[in-house]
């Protein structure tokens, strides 16, 4: 039971970044469930795959019969990345996001008061705290949940499950909220994606309203790392903000991006808002720096540098 760990969604962009990063710098034993939707990265699976220390299961988490079959085997922790992720499908249809989200962090939940897995890391997210206004200081800890699309409160309502089995159970588990992700194997319909896979094709990027939006972007290595932090110092019953310093306008992420590509503004193609856009986003991640020592890492443009060429490699 102990040294291994229950990774759930680790076909999907953070959850497969995740699983690389344990393998090469810890000797836990990983087993992968993922359901494998349209947002898994099947190919990551081979390569995971001859490794002594990973094992695969195809599964539900919001089923009972399939955590059922995987906690057969007992774990040290489980870090729950599987979910729905994408505001603009939770838009069209919000059921998948209840489904997976909810009652699939309500099963972990069972498993781990049952005791088949000792502690557990729910992966939530910034959106969780709704939206800045310009003037406004980044989100802390503290910060009032005030989710604005289904996806963010699907999470929302997650997260308040999590701290209820905490608050009632005594239930060993950590909320980590994280701020936007990027870098390799993230699917193509998220905004980095878009403008990388579209502008190497001379297709236009869509930008949504007035491209003022703002996101604090996060390389998606730093974003393991301090998961693996937490794993190693974190509290029981904390909640930990991570963030990564880099507030930029979706304008200017573009416009960087273009500048990289060597391509220029005539590919932009401004169009209609998402429906209900938080303004923006920023993270105070004051108390993970001070109490585990972690800070971000890569910067946005390097990070961008090395997704760029992780793009490109997988189109030769
Ligand atoms: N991407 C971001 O910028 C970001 C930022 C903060 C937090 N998060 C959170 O991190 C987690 C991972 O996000 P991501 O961007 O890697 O998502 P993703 O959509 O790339 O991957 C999600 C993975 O979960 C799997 N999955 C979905 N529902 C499942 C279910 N019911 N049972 C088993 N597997 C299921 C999918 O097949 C996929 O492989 C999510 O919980 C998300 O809310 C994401
Ligand atoms: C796809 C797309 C997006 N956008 C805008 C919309 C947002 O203001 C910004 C980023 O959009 P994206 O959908 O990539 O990410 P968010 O909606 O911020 O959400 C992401 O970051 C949080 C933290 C999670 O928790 C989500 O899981 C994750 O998907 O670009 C465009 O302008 N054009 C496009 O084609």
Redesign the pocket.
């Known amino acids: 039971m102990k040294n291994r760990l229950l990774v759930t969604g680790g076909a999907g962009f953070i959850g497969s970044n995740f699983i690389s990063y344990m393998l090469e710098h810890t000797d836990y034993y990983i087993t992968n469930i993922d359901s494998l939707t349209y947002a898994s990265n099947r190919h990551i699976l081979d390569e995971f795959q001859p490794n002594p220390r990973y094992t695969f299961m195809k599964g539900d988490i919001s089923k009972p019969e399939d955590i059922a079959a995987v906690t057969k085997d007992s774990y040290e922790w489980v870090i729950n990345f599987a979910a729905e ?4 499908r939770s838009i069209e249809d919000a059921l998948p996001f209840l489904q997976s989200n909810i009652m699939g962090t309500y099963q972990l939940l069972e498993a781990v008061r049952k005791g088949a897995i000792s502690n557990m890391i729910q992966i939530s ?3 969780v705290y709704g939206s800045l206004a310009w003037s406004d200081d980044a989100f802390t800890e503290q910060t009032p949940i005030a989710p604005n699309n289904p ?1 963010s409160a699907s ?1 929302a309502s997650a997260d308040l499950l999590v701290s209820s089995y905490v608050n009632t159970h005594q239930a060993p588990v950590i909320i980590s909220r ?4 990027f870098g390799p194997m993230q699917n193509k ?4 994606p ?1 403008i990388i896979l579209n502008a190497m094709k001379d297709e236009r ?4 309203g007035a ?1 003022t ?1 703002m ?1 604090d972007w996060l390389y998606v290595e730093d974003h393991c790392r301090a998961i693996f932090n937490i794993m190693k110092n974190g509290e029981m019953g904390e909640v930990y903000n991570i963030g990564g310093n880099e507030e930029l306008t ?1 304008y200017d992420v573009l416009n960087l991006i273009l500048k990289k590509l060597g391509k220029d503004e005539s590919l932009i193609k401004y169009v209609d808002d ?1 429906k209900g ?1 938080d303004l923006r ?1 920023a993270m105070n991640y004051s108390k993970v720096l001070h109490t585990l020592g972690w800070k971000p890492s890569v910067s946005f443009e390097e990070g961008i540098e090395k997704t760029i060429a992780w793009y490109t490699s997988q189109k030769r």
């Open positions: 992720s994408h505001v603009d997210t910034d959106e996806y999470k994280c701020s936007n992700n319909e998220k905004f980095i878009t990027i869509p930008l949504y491209g939006n996101r979706n998402r856009h986003y």
